[in-house]
């Protein structure tokens, strides 16, 4: 394992740390030395990870709290400040993807319009509740905690923010325009915040991760028989490298962020760990 020195008892905030993704993050920045606050809506689900840490040497607590609200999170900050200290890293990973955001299929079909099928939800049928939803959760869910964190965060040197996005940042996918349009939300107030924060010293990168396959989206990827349906099929074709990525290998970009030895004078970036994906036009 290559050893970050400059990480070695860094508080490390990671927002969604219950989830796959960014439960690989926080242990990876455990295992750097960091101390890692794991926090997440789900409780159980950031206990979980922290004890794996625990366990394994490193030093982590959970602490359960909303990303969407302002007193949640001010709270998590207190519990955070008094057993660890302040805030050095904010890795924003909290966000998903909700049903009431997607539709049925890729594109519309002029018979959803004159035969109306009440099982095919098209984009006429989206409810602006349940895009409100994602949005904010992708977007707010960031917001929220860097104005909560960020004040400690200004009063010390090489601290940084480093966001989750999505190569739907980049170009939307078919069926989820509420989470695409999220996604490209974080990704340009990325670029807000590196510029609004750089005099405070505080440096702001994201990492736009490409296709990986997870448990959260086993039903999307694969058939009940383990066959790969047609949107993995889709995936596959348009990805160069011809498979999709492991949790482990979003790992260096995030500790190559997070160490200004390596990346002392780069913020407002994204950079994508795509296998490829976004490089490709397709011919």
Not at 17 to 36: E, H, I
Request: aromatic share 8%; with cysteine.
């Amino acid at each position: 394992m290559f050893i970050h020195e400059n990480l070695k008892n860094r508080v490390a905030v990671v927002t969604g740390g219950g989830g796959v993704l960014c439960s690989g993050f926080a242990a990876a920045l455990a295992r750097q030395g960091a101390k890692v606050a794991v926090l997440d809506l789900n409780e159980g689900a950031a206990k979980a990870v922290a004890d794996r840490i625990n366990q394994d040497g490193g030093t982590a607590m959970a602490v359960g709290c909303d990303v969407l609200s302002k007193e949640s999170m001010a709270a998590a900050r207190e519990t955070i400040n008094a057993a660890f200290g302040t805030c050095d890293i904010l890795l924003n990973g909290a966000g998903g993807n909700n049903p009431r955001g997607t539709t049925t299929k890729e594109t519309l079909e002029m018979i959803d319009l004159t035969e109306k099928d009440p099982a095919v939800k098209t984009f006429f049928d989206l409810d602006p509740a349940g895009i409100s939803f994602v949005f904010n959760l992708n977007f707010l869910g960031t917001l929220i905690p860097t104005q909560v964190f960020a004040p400690d965060m200004a009063k010390k040197e090489n601290t940084c923010i480093v966001m989750i996005t999505s190569m739907n940042a980049y170009r939307p996918l078919t069926k989820i325009p509420a989470y695409s349009a999220a996604k490209a939300a974080v990704q340009n107030f990325t670029q807000f915040m590196a510029v609004h924060f750089a005099d405070c010293g505080i440096r702001v990168n994201a990492i736009a991760p490409g296709f990986f396959s997870t448990k959260q989206n086993k039903a999307l990827l694969w058939n009940d028989d383990g066959t790969p349906t047609a949107r993995t099929g889709k995936i596959l074709a348009a990805t160069p490298m011809k498979r999709f990525g492991t949790p482990e290998e979003l790992e260096g970009a995030l500790l190559f962020l997070c160490d200004e030895a390596y990346s002392g004078f780069i913020t407002g970036t994204t950079i994508a760990v795509d296998g490829g994906f976004n490089a490709y036009s397709g011919v």
